[in-house]
């Protein structure tokens, strides 16, 4: 079995391009763009309205079926929302979250001469679990559903474009207190890899194994795991505990914590309210080896993923 591998570190942001002096005829332009989107925003409206889809994780309109906001002060909007079950009961509930978001790229893959981010493919997945597993009879709540941090930001939460590592602490303690506000059953935080070799590609998990629920841990770990390497046909690298991740594959203050934020347990000034749950990290793709970037990035490869992942769950929790 192969060690576990640790990713890169996020990529920098990019510098915005610098603005030229306004001319007469780009004020003039800009005028007429702006008049022709508010006559036109009716039918935008109305061409929109008749596309999306009718029932969905994010987009719920029908009666019994709307997101609503868990609870916590302090998160973005689009955060830390909860949806019912498909028929409106459940006695178990997924807490899913969608690795990194917003100034937070995490893994910067390449494929066919595009990027591939982290944070777009695990919202891919992520939005994808959510729709498999109500359909199934669970009760969800998504840490994120849109391109956005989970925690609010402040002015002093970003350096450059980026975030602090002390915003990226509070927003991993943030996603914590979501699952345990939400009442989860089970989290399912959602990550993909990297490694300076592009050959290399796999499907690894880790969970935390000095909680009381160690064992559920490694249960929960085990069986998506084992769903993954199944629905994708991945090399399988195994299924480790936090503790054995290189440091750059853990964040600033996880490093020095020496567990995954999400899933560790207490220690004062790191993690002072863990999550109360059993939980896992799956990596289920490498984004720097192109192949495994390409079925990551492609809407029937997150739905090959987010099935692989509905399986895992549905083992380990037998019936909503």
């Given at each position: 079995m192969t060690r576990p591998i640790a990713k890169s570190a996020n990529v920098a942001a990019r510098?915005?391009?610098?603005?030229?002096?306004?001319?007469?005829?780009?004020?003039?332009?800009?005028?007429?763009?702006?008049?022709?989107?508010?006559?036109?925003?009716?039918?935008?409206?109305?061409?929109?309205?008749?596309?999306?889809?009718?029932?969905?994780?994010?987009?719920?309109?029908?009666?019994?079926?709307?997101?609503?906001?868990?609870?916590?002060?302090?998160?973005?909007?689009?955060a830390c929302?909860?949806?019912?079950?498909?028929?409106?009961?459940?006695?178990?509930?997924?807490?899913?979250?969608p690795g990194h978001g917003g100034l937070d790229p995490g893994v910067v893959g390449v494929t066919g001469g595009h990027q591939v981010?982290?944070?777009?493919?695990?919202?891919?997945?992520?939005?994808?679990?959510?729709?498999?597993?109500?359909?199934?009879?669970?009760?969800?709540?998504?840490?994120?559903?849109?391109?956005?941090?989970?925690?609010?930001?402040?002015?002093?939460d970003t350096i450059a474009g980026a975030l602090t590592a002390s915003a990226e602490h509070r927003d991993l303690l943030m996603r914590a207190a979501c699952a345990n506000a939400g009442a989860a059953s089970v989290l399912v935080s959602i990550h993909f890899d990297a490694f300076d070799d592009p050959a290399v590609g796999g499907t690894e998990t880790f969970y935390d194994a000095e909680r009381p629920f160690a064992?559920?841990?490694?249960?929960?770990?085990?069986?998506?795991?084992?769903?993954?390497?199944?629905?994708?046909?991945?090399?399988?690298?195994?299924?480790?505990?936090?503790?054995?991740?290189?440091?750059?594959?853990?964040?600033?203050?996880?490093?020095?914590?020496?567990?995954?934020?999400?899933l560790g347990p207490p220690a004062a000034g790191w993690v002072d309210n863990p999550s109360q749950m059993p939980g896992a990290l799956v990596e289920p793709l490498f984004l720097t080896n192109a192949a495994e970037a390409s079925l990551a990035s492609s809407s029937s490869g997150q739905q090959r993923v987010a099935a692989a992942l509905k399986t895992g769950v549905e083992k380990y929790l037998g019936h909503p």
């Amino acid at each position: 079995m192969t060690r576990p591998i640790a990713k890169s570190a996020n990529v920098a942001a990019r510098t915005r391009r610098r603005q030229g002096s306004w001319s007469p005829l780009r004020s003039a332009l800009i005028v007429a763009l702006l008049l022709t989107c508010v006559f036109s925003l009716p039918t935008i409206v109305d061409a929109a309205r008749s596309v999306l889809p009718a029932r969905g994780p994010v987009a719920d309109t029908t009666p019994g079926q709307v997101a609503g906001q868990v609870t916590l002060s302090g998160v973005q909007p689009g955060a830390c929302l909860s949806f019912p079950a498909g028929d409106g009961h459940s006695s178990k509930t997924v807490f899913i979250d969608p690795g990194h978001g917003g100034l937070d790229p995490g893994v910067v893959g390449v494929t066919g001469g595009h990027q591939v981010l982290e944070k777009d493919v695990a919202l891919g997945v992520g939005t994808r679990l959510a729709t498999l597993l109500r359909d199934g009879g669970y009760r969800v709540v998504m840490s994120r559903t849109k391109d956005s941090s989970v925690m609010e930001l402040g002015p002093s939460d970003t350096i450059a474009g980026a975030l602090t590592a002390s915003a990226e602490h509070r927003d991993l303690l943030m996603r914590a207190a979501c699952a345990n506000a939400g009442a989860a059953s089970v989290l399912v935080s959602i990550h993909f890899d990297a490694f300076d070799d592009p050959a290399v590609g796999g499907t690894e998990t880790f969970y935390d194994a000095e909680r009381p629920f160690a064992a559920e841990n490694r249960r929960l770990a085990t069986d998506l795991q084992t769903a993954l390497v199944a629905g994708l046909g991945t090399t399988n690298r195994g299924v480790w505990t936090d503790d054995q991740l290189a440091a750059p594959t853990l964040t600033a203050s996880g490093s020095l914590y020496g567990h995954l934020i999400e899933l560790g347990p207490p220690a004062a000034g790191w993690v002072d309210n863990p999550s109360q749950m059993p939980g896992a990290l799956v990596e289920p793709l490498f984004l720097t080896n192109a192949a495994e970037a390409s079925l990551a990035s492609s809407s029937s490869g997150q739905q090959r993923v987010a099935a692989a992942l509905k399986t895992g769950v549905e083992k380990y929790l037998g019936h909503p």
